[in-house]
């Protein structure tokens, strides 16, 4: 059986499948143990240890993931991972573990980047004026 979710943080989406097999997890055709820096390596990896590392054993996990920085990239594959394995095993205790946990690993974050408006460098600030 093979599961397609996706998760999404800021500009980044990633897109997982979940499938029975050996314990593979692969991000954008590469094994999760070669991805730089190691702090999105154990982000992307937290559902497994939620789980229980012997969950990881039972499926393959491929995903794509496009858009945005590294860090962006680590909390949507870790959201798409979350969810494909719940939606894979169809469990409610597993589910409940990971909103107990954090809710972003099932739900995604819509907070976005507000736009630069005229008048300013940014969003909110405007450019200094002098009166003399």
Excluded: C
Aim: without cysteine.
């Amino acid at each position: 059986m093979v599961t397609n979710t996706s998760g999404k943080k800021k500009t980044a989406v990633a897109r997982a499948t979940v499938s029975d097999g050996k314990g593979r997890v692969r991000i954008n055709s590469t094994p999760v143990e070669l991805v730089d820096p190691e702090m999105s390596r154990l982000k992307m990896l937290e559902p497994f240890r939620i789980a229980g590392d012997d969950l990881r054993d039972d499926v393959d996990v491929d995903i794509d993931v496009s858009g945005g920085g590294f860090a962006g990239q680590a909390d949507a594959a870790r959201t798409a991972i979350a969810r494909g394995l719940v939606e894979h095993l169809n469990d409610a205790e597993l589910r409940d573990s990971f909103m107990e946990f954090d809710r972003s690993l099932l739900v995604n974050d819509v907070r976005q980047r507000e736009s630069k408006k005229w008048g300013g460098p940014g969003a909110r600030a405007r450019y200094q004026k002098s009166y003399r």
